[in-house]
């Protein structure tokens, strides 16, 4: 893999927040004071449990949604202060895509494999050549793997890993720098989901494009990422190199995670599980750090203030009193 | 075969074993539809000793779902069984009445489903879903259904189980729904339990408490527990036995970790090796070629992996298959292995 130049990055997230009103006086804070950076070629991962924020925060950083403050610097401009819904026509528009988790409900079922790649060449690139279309179409079928005789074809009459690829071949096709990844293998089949990640792992290396790889499939994630976030409530609480994050978790939440993935040699082996419910992400303390409550290690200073991320290692930073 | 892998044996093997709580044989299962007919399950068979858990691994399409549901006789109204016995506890269940399964289904065999929220019922409170099976089938009643309820949360874990009673499943997290189908499972103190796919689509954090959970009841009880997954990883974690389905075929059987780290089938191996969990890289995990076969063909091959093997020969194509026995607990359908 190229070594990404980590000095320029490509994505700044500068303290994002995205809340939600949820009746008077009632916000669900569901991204909550954010920062990191993406590198050009990087791979990160985004990873927490479900409710933690990970989709509406990668929903913002495709400009499907509106931060309620922030900034998002891409290279040089800040895309936080295009409106989403006007954004949707801007020239930049290209630059980030997003490969959604189900290809069942992303892709038109009324529309062919050629046609969904199409349209976005013709909508976000501009092509109105139609052999200049129908070269790009398969080419890019033949990037992803997908053989140029299955594009005449519709979403039901293709597998679940040929819809995959067809997706992905959408997002390609505009020539992003980033591309964000919501569970791509989530919906397939073991032997299918090595195929895909290997074909994401390949296209990576030959495109130079940046990856945002949201998942909760850990051992996915340690295997494709350079880099992973770890989310608990819409806040950071982890961030460093995969290999570090996955050898010495530092945050307790992060340990639980760590300890969840399945493993036929831990068998028997009694390990840290998070027990209870996750707190309320609706007007929640805004001293408390989110994770107290369920936290093996807690005490009462973890109700009363909460770390920032600080630095415990090169690059690996973490937001825990024990760390 | 090294004479080392016996060691892994299982005690049982050796002079008296008592009779296994459900014995399956020879089941075979086809599905008659509009267009053809579909071999769902072929030549099936597997045991479950008291206590024991059972993990049966397969891709999407593997006949572990439809396996399951046969157990409990369930299936699809297109299902036909066409060979085969599957005796519980002394019991005939291929042949019993819709009655007389109605007795022991939530009794004495008990289902946890795949999707926690759709398998309760909404609007009807969590703590009265729970006496509606007390009262079924514990014949529980009046005053002592309410605390009998409560106790069943309670064992699951649930914290707060008062509260909890009176919550519809709405109001409960997809973990928390699952622990209460869990309840609702246990309720009765089965003596089987078939949990098919309990922690899909939960968090690790949610899925490593709820199998926690399961496995604890289950030593605790000596319920037999048949896991249906497509998480080798996890059922090998979790699972004393591992049966490893393909195409309706049962390919191999064997102690769990004697499969993971010694499988005689070319499928398992090819499964493990493309899980994400064993690979040290990406490039290090081998997708598993070409796909499940068509379970329609009027002629399938006596080995349905035959298409997608390394090690195929002719007469994978030709000759009946035969199990063949690796050891006294561990055995594989495959020509190779015969060899």
Not at chain 1, 120 to 129: A, E, I, P, Y
Not at chain 1, 132 to 160: C, F, M, N
Not at chain 1, 180 to 198: F, G, K
Not at chain 1, 298 to 310: A, F, N, R, V, W
């Amino acid at each position: 893999m190229n070594a990404p130049e980590r000095n320029i990055p490509l994505l700044r997230v500068q303290r994002l927040q995205k809340h939600f009103k949820v009746g008077r006086n009632a916000m669900l804070h569901a991204v909550d004071d954010i920062s990191f950076d993406i590198a050009p070629g990087e791979s990160v991962g985004l990873v927490g449990e479900s409710g933690c924020g990970k989709s509406t925060l990668s929903r913002v950083i495709a400009r499907l949604a509106d931060p309620t403050s922030g900034a998002l610097q891409f290279e040089d401009v800040d895309l936080a202060v295009h409106p989403a819904a006007k954004f949707a026509r801007d020239s930049r528009r290209g630059v980030i895509q997003m490969v959604f988790q189900d290809a069942n409900d992303s892709l038109n079922p009324r529309y062919t494999a050629f046609d969904t790649i199409a349209e976005s060449l013709r909508l976000l690139v501009g092509m109105k050549d139609a052999a200049q279309i129908k070269a790009r179409v398969e080419e890019l079928a033949t990037w992803v793997g997908l053989p140029v005789d299955l594009l005449s074809r519709y979403p039901h009459q293709l597998s679940g890993g040929q819809k995959a690829r067809v997706g992905i071949a959408r997002a390609l096709a505009p020539s992003p720098r980033l591309l964000i990844l919501d569970e791509p293998t989530a919906a397939l089949d073991v032997s299918v989901q090595a195929t895909v990640l290997q074909l994401l792992a390949e296209l990576r290396d030959k495109l130079g494009v940046a990856y945002l790889f949201v998942s909760h499939d850990l051992n996915v994630v340690r295997l494709l990422c350079d880099r992973v976030v770890v989310m608990y409530l819409g806040k950071v609480v982890e961030e460093g190199p995969a290999e570090a994050v996955f050898t010495t978790p530092r945050h307790p939440y992060t340990q639980a995670l760590v300890a969840a993935i399945p493993d036929p040699d831990a068998r028997g082996r009694k390990t840290v599980r998070a027990e209870g419910e996750p707190r309320s992400p609706i007007n929640p303390d805004p001293r408390a750090c989110r994770f107290h409550g369920r936290c093996p290690k807690g005490e009462p200073k973890c109700e009363l203030t909460m770390l920032d991320l600080k630095e415990v290692a090169p690059a690996h930073r973490v937001a825990c009193h024990f760390a | 075969m090294s004479p080392e892998t016996i060691v892994h044996a299982d005690p049982r093997a050796a002079a008296n074993v008592p009779p296994p709580l459900l014995a399956v044989d020879g089941l075979s299962l086809e599905f008659r539809t509009r267009s053809g007919v579909v071999r769902a399950l072929e030549d099936v068979s597997l045991s479950l000793q008291k206590g024991e858990l059972l993990g049966v691994v397969g891709e999407s399409g593997s006949g572990k779902s439809v396996f399951a549901y046969a157990m409990l006789g369930i299936s699809d109204a297109a299902a036909k069984i066409t060979r085969g016995t599957a005796v519980f506890d002394g019991m005939d269940l291929l042949g019993a009445t819709e009655r007389e399964l109605r007795e022991i289904r939530g009794r004495e065999v008990s289902m946890i489903f795949q999707s926690p929220r759709t398998s309760l019922n909404p609007i009807r409170k969590v703590g009265h879903q729970i006496e509606d099976v007390l009262r079924r089938h514990a014949a529980v009643r009046g005053q002592d259904l309410r605390e009998r309820a409560i106790d069943c949360l309670k064992r699951v874990r649930i914290p707060d189980p008062a509260r909890r009673y009176e919550a519809y499943p709405f109001e409960l997290s997809g973990g928390m729904c699952q622990r209460i189908l869990i309840a609702l499972a246990l309720a009765c103190q089965p003596s089987l339990l078939i949990a098919d796919e309990p922690t899909t689509g939960l968090d690790v954090t949610t899925q490593a408490a709820i199998m926690d959970l399961i496995v604890e009841l289950a030593h605790e009880r000596q319920m037999a527990t048949l896991l249906i997954t497509h998480d080798l990883a996890m059922a090998a974690q979790y699972c004393d036995r591992i049966a490893v389905m393909h195409a309706g075929h049962v390919v191999e059987v064997g102690p769990a970790q004697v499969v993971l780290h010694q499988p005689q089938h070319p499928y398992t191996a090819r499964l493990i090796a493309s899980t994400p969990h064993t690979a040290d890289s990406i490039a290090a995990m081998q997708p598993i070629p070409g796909s499940l076969p068509d379970l329609r063909a009027a002629k399938l091959p006596p080995c349905r992996y035959s298409a997608r093997c390394e090690y195929r020969t002719e007469r994978c194509d030709t000759e009946a298959l035969p199990v063949v026995p690796i050891d006294a607990t561990h055995s594989v359908r495959c020509w190779r292995a015969a060899a």
